[in-house]
């Protein structure tokens, strides 16, 4: 069903993958609307608990095409840099394929303070209170992951 990396020679391994969707904060969302055009859109997130989690508003047009298609893609992209003599780039990137679904009760509050204390960490207690505060009128959405590929191109040392 997935396809495999076609430069098998660029892709990183298991760990490299997980370590880097680990340590990134930003990535891009593409969802499918029920007009066919896709949809991608940076956000920021935590995988946690080996799902991709995100928030936001109550409504939306990421959220209304994750009710018609729950099959959803993120791309993460770091180390990103134009190698201009060799008309290339140097760079790693994850793609994700899953499922979106919307988070409730114990695992929407897991989800929101995972993000808090990812991208937050300073600032715990505030998140909690911000948390409480913002809970009606936030989604919270995980990507439970059914494939994962990394890929990186090439090693510092062919600039």
Same mark, same amino acid.
């Given at each position: 069903?997935?396809?495999?990396?076609?430069?098998?020679?660029?892709?990183?391994?298991?760990?490299?993958?997980?370590?880097?969707?680990?340590?990134?904060?930003?990535?891009?969302?593409?969802?499918?609307?029920?007009?066919?055009?896709?949809?991608?859109?940076?956000?920021?997130?935590?995988? &946690?608990?080996?799902?991709?989690?995100?928030?936001?508003?109550?409504?939306? &047009?990421?959220?209304?095409?994750?009710?018609?298609?729950?099959?959803?893609?993120?791309?993460?992209?770091?180390?990103?840099?134009?190698?201009?003599?060799?008309?290339?780039?140097?760079?790693?990137?994850?793609?994700?394929?899953?499922?979106?679904?919307?988070?409730?009760?114990?695992?929407?509050?897991?989800?929101?303070?995972?993000?808090?204390?990812?991208?937050?960490?300073?600032?715990?207690?505030?998140?909690?209170?911000?948390?409480?505060?913002?809970?009606?009128?936030?989604?919270?959405?995980?990507?439970?992951?059914? &494939?994962?590929?990394?890929?990186?191109?090439?090693?510092?040392? &062919?600039?």
């Amino acid at each position: 069903m997935f396809r495999e990396i076609k430069r098998t020679e660029k892709k990183l391994s298991d760990g490299e993958t997980l370590a880097l969707l680990k340590s990134e904060e930003h990535g891009v969302l593409s969802t499918m609307g029920e007009d066919g055009y896709p949809y991608g859109i940076p956000l920021n997130y935590v995988f &946690h608990d080996g799902k991709i989690i995100v928030h936001c508003a109550m409504a939306g &047009h990421k959220l209304e095409n994750i009710t018609a298609h729950e099959k959803v893609s993120f791309c993460v992209v770091t180390q990103a840099d134009l190698m201009p003599k060799k008309f290339s780039t140097r760079f790693k990137s994850v793609i994700v394929f899953g499922r979106a679904r919307f988070l409730d009760g114990i695992e929407k509050k897991e989800g929101l303070l995972a993000l808090v204390k990812r991208l937050s960490p300073a600032h715990l207690s505030a998140g909690e209170t911000y948390i409480e505060n913002a809970w009606k009128k936030t989604t919270v959405v995980a990507i439970d992951v059914e &494939h994962i590929t990394g890929k990186g191109a090439p090693s510092p040392n &062919h600039t």
